[in-house]
């Protein structure tokens, strides 16, 4: 009786090498016995950078050596082309061989997981500081959030979910429009199939392919370092002639986009926030060898930093829709002094950005603890101002209720007698 280590053999080289060259579209080249090359299909290769070979075990392997560094027996070629499961993996190549006395291995693939074992991850994202701003990708990031803010724009039937969503949330038209805020299409997308940044910039791509792949928008779905391998690898698509859109995808596939702008509103980062609840719902795009830095990222100060100067006063928020929520509530007042810190606490990155807009008053409406609570305290007393805790917004709650008591003092300024 065969067992599955068996016919992956050094026995079963010539047979393996007829099958994945059909199973993947590529050619190999011999290079001597046992040994084979091609362009790798997992990436967009241009130096024949995947070999076969027949390691110590007697097995043969199938690795990368180049930018994606893969490493995959025959099994999981299989099962990452077809979508199928390990065994049934085993049982087709069992078949290619004319192999029917089979004994078959209970466990799971070492190298690619399950695909029920893997659903979308949902990860937080670090980020480093960056020596300088690169340009190039600061016009990527701008061009990206104008082709999701356009995408949803114009899809307002196909994409009537996230418009409800949005708008249960008090995010309408107009706010849309204003904030640019988009939506890029998720993997399970039958016309975009989580790639629809990748399509409309594809061209732009191939002459400037670092703007965008190194400053984070989109995801090379072949990287086994990163949590969810095992889901993303699943999302090649070997439809695809083209290198690019077959092995990457936009990375905020499957969330609604929210761009994030400097003072001198210029695109500094992407936010997506997931349409339903599960999760970790909110992802901050992540750049590569040019990073950006998130902890200094304040949403709407572009907006913001004008009535922030005149009135010395700033209304800090935790999340975006909480941003939302306090900007509808001051609209009518032509005061908009609200900025979200994207997060529970003020970085020293932030602080440094607000110090300098000599802020006399700090009006916090957010959940925190007595470490963010000093930090904040101690910011505002370095420019001799004052800090006025609201705290957080409650689900469901409305910002009129919270604001209430010092709405009308908002619209008089200054605000020394708020609390």
Known sequence: METYPNIKSAATIDAMIRYAETLLGIRFTSIRKNRYSALCPFHADTKESFMVYVNKDDEVRFHCFGACKGDWDIYDLIMLRKKYPFRKAQQVWAAQLGVENFKFNGGSSPGIPEPDETPEPDE?????????????????????????????????????????????????????????????????????????????????????????????????LNDATVKGYGYYCRKIDFRRKDPVSRNYGDFLAGRMVFPIYDADARAIGLVGRRPGDRGVRWLKHQTREVPLSARSWLYGMDK??????????????????????????????????????????????????????????????????????????????????????????????????MLKPVVDTISGFPLKHVL
């Open 304 to 401: 913001a930093q004008h009535n922030i100067r005149q009135y010395r006063t700033i209304i800090l928020v935790e999340g975006l829709f909480d941003y939302f929520a306090f900007t509808n509530l001051l609209k009518d007042q032509d005061k908009q002094v609200v900025v979200s810190t994207l997060g529970s606490y003020l970085t020293s990155e932030a602080a440094v950005i607000l110090k300098g807009l000599d802020i006399q008053h700090y009006i916090v409406a957010y959940d925190w603890d007595e470490l963010g609570r000093n930090g904040i305290e101690r910011i505002a007393a370095k420019t001799g101002g004052w800090v006025y805790y609201l705290g957080g917004l409650a689900d469901g709650q409305d910002p009129y209720d």
């Open 124 to 220: 937080p994202v670090g980020f480093v500081e960056p020596k300088k701003r690169d340009e190039k990708m600061v016009a990527a990031l701008e061009e990206a959030a104008t082709f999701y803010n356009d995408l949803l724009m114009s899809n307002e039937d196909r994409f009537k979910p996230i418009w409800e969503y949005l708008a249960r949330r008090g995010v309408g038209k107009e706010t849309i429009g204003k904030f640019n805020i988009g939506y890029a299409p998720p993997y399970s997308d039958e016309q975009y199939s989580g790639r629809a940044l990748i399509d409309c910039f594809l061209p732009h791509f191939e002459k400037d392919a670092d703007a965008f792949s190194n400053g984070g928008l989109f995801r090379f």
